[in-house]
């Protein structure tokens, strides 16, 4: 039986963006892994991972709530949260487990650096050989950049499920913004955008007429 557990991942995407992916927000930082993986030792490949004297293999809690907690230190605050199954050799810790083999099940994408849930990715400016790092976003902050959707993002890391984080929406929906819906801002400001541009159209037009006059 896979035992469950939760824990941060960086999002990637490979450098050709056929393929995406996760990489670790410690250790696990210079190697990118799929929704099936194998740990593999950074320090020596010699021996099989988790080994009770080295500080390998893949990492997860027991609860969604201490995941929740790493989350909010500022070394991992554009991270996302993966649901995982945990298989093979482990080592059972107070909070969570130290494993040998994983599938990722679920993704959920986090909150933007401006508070909004992430409902996008986009390239984060840095990552590791062959991959870029993503970072979540929501539409608002997304508006003026490339990015990849979540669905995609589901897409090509290989049909995991990729979500909205629950607690970030909510967070967003208690907020004291006159509008509750987390999606009216973005939405709202793609509206005034067209606005602007109809009223400069009108503006120039009126310039011209005065011109004329
Ligand atoms: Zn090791
Ligand atoms: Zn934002």
Redesign the pocket.
């Known amino acids: 039986m896979p035992l469950r557990g939760y824990k941060l991942a960086y999002p990637v995407v490979s450098a050709d963006g056929t393929e995406a992916g996760f990489t670790g927000v410690s250790l696990g930082r210079s190697r990118a892994y799929g929704i099936t993986a194998d740990a593999e ?1 950074v ?2 490949a010699a ?1 099989h ?1 988790p ?1 009770t004297w ?3 293999g893949f990492y997860c809690f027991h609860s969604l709530s201490d995941a929740r907690a790493l989350a909010c230190d500022s070394e991992f605050q554009h991270s996302v949260l993966l649901e995982v199954e945990a298989r093979g050799h482990y080592i059972r810790c107070e909070k969570g487990l130290r494993y040998s083999r994983q599938t990722v099940t679920a993704v959920r994408a986090g909150r933007c650096g401006c508070g909004w849930p992430a409902k996008a990715f986009a390239d984060a400016g840095d990552g590791l050989v062959g991959w870029r790092r993503l970072l979540p976003l929501c539409a608002a902050c997304a508006a003026s950049r490339p990015v990849l959707s979540l669905e995609e993002f589901a897409r090509l890391a290989g049909g995991v499920s990729v979500s909205r984080d629950e607690q970030a929406v909510a967070w967003a929906a208690n907020s004291a913004v006159p509008a509750s819906d987390a999606d009216m801002v973005p939405l709202l400001s793609a509206e005034a955008a067209l606005l602007h541009a109809r009223l400069d159209q009108l503006q120039s037009q009126l310039d011209r007429l005065t011109g004329e006059n």
């Open positions: 030792c320090g020596n021996h991972c080994a080295c500080g390998c």
